[in-house]
Nanobody
Framework: VQLVESGGGSVQAGGSLTLSCTAS????????MGWFRQAPGKEREGIVS????????YRTDSVKGRFAISRDNANNTVYLQINGLKPEDTAMYYC????????????????????WGQGTQVTVS
């Protein structure tokens, strides 16, 4: 199983980015997928999860409304659309996949995830 993120970069505050996570050896349509981020000097934190049924759950209200997860089954890719970027959004962004179709109430716990991508850097100035 391999997850490859892309789409990060350096943007000005207020801008938008779409991050992609393409899977191989794994079907993004069949299980819970998630996006996490880790800012310098901080712990990795969950942003949003998406279960097999297409239900998304956001970790905090601070990202809900600016972040949106979506899935393209044909391309086996999960996306994270980020609008209204703020300097505090600067972080390495990671895609993760579980080995089951449900995400669960504590999906944001890192130990729940079976597979991780290498991350894509987002820098907001």
């Amino acid at each position: 199983v391999q997850l490859v993120e892309s789409g990060g970069g350096s943007v000005q505050a207020g801008g938008s980015l779409t991050l992609s996570c393409t899977a191989s050896g794994y079907s993004v349509s069949s299980a819970c997928m998630g996006w996490f981020r880790q800012a310098p000097g901080k712990e990795r934190e969950g942003i949003v999860s998406l279960n097999r049924a297409g239900v998304s759950t956001y970790r905090t209200d601070s990202v809900k409304g600016r972040f949106a997860i979506s899935r393209d089954n044909a391309n086996n890719t999960v996306y994270l659309q980020i609008n209204g970027l703020k300097p505090e959004d600067t972080a390495m962004y990671y895609c993760a996949a579980r080995d089951r179709e449900t995400c669960g109430a504590t999906w944001y716990a890192l130990s729940r995830w079976a597979y991780w991508g290498q991350g894509t850097q987002v820098t907001v100035s």
